[in-house]
């Protein structure tokens, strides 16, 4: 069954709320759990043509909010008797996340889809790119 999860997060409250379903799964199946955020480079590489400096300063600060939120929910699951990694990693998000999965093994991608707002359309996109996408199945919650 499924002994190595990966769960994509974004940093944003919707996107955490495949949680709980990972919680209850690894629990029942006695499954390890990776959370990954990916910094998405595509909407700030016109910064890197425009001073290098900046991309990278920007692209420093998203990996700082990324990790700190990793830490903070990877310590939340770990409090709950779960065993729990974290990793970030930057580029297009749905292509990092299939090619993450893919390379380490994984047996389960599981990850909220957005509603409504165009971040969350963009979310949605990634999910569905993921979703058709993936080697590995597939896990995904609607949120509102």
């Known amino acids: 069954m499924f ?5 994509p997060l974004d ?11 990972v ?10 759990i990776t959370l990954l955020t990916v910094v998405d480079i595509s909407e700030k590489v016109h910064l890197a043509d425009a001073d290098a400096s900046m991309f ?15 830490v903070k929910t990877a310590y939340l699951l770990k409090a709950k ?15 990092v996340i299939i090619q993450y999965a ?6 389960l991608i599981a990850m909220a889809t957005h509603s409504r707002s165009k971040l969350a359309r963009m979310f949605v996109s990634v999910a569905e ?16």
């Open 56 to 70: 990278e300063s920007v692209i420093g600060a998203f990996h700082r909010a990324a990790k700190k939120n990793l």
């Open 23 to 32: 919680e209850d799964l690894a629990k029942s199946l006695h499954a390890d």
């Open 129 to 144: 790119k993921v979703l058709t996408h993936a080697t590995v199945p597939v896990l995904l919650t609607r949120v509102a």
């Open 102 to 107: 893919a390379e380490n093994s994984f047996d």
């Open 81 to 95: 008797g779960l065993d729990v990694s974290w990793v970030c990693r930057e580029g297009f998000p749905e292509e």
């Open 3 to 7: 002994k190595k999860i990966l769960v």
């Open 11 to 21: 940093g944003t409250t919707p996107a955490a709320k495949i949680l709980p379903y």
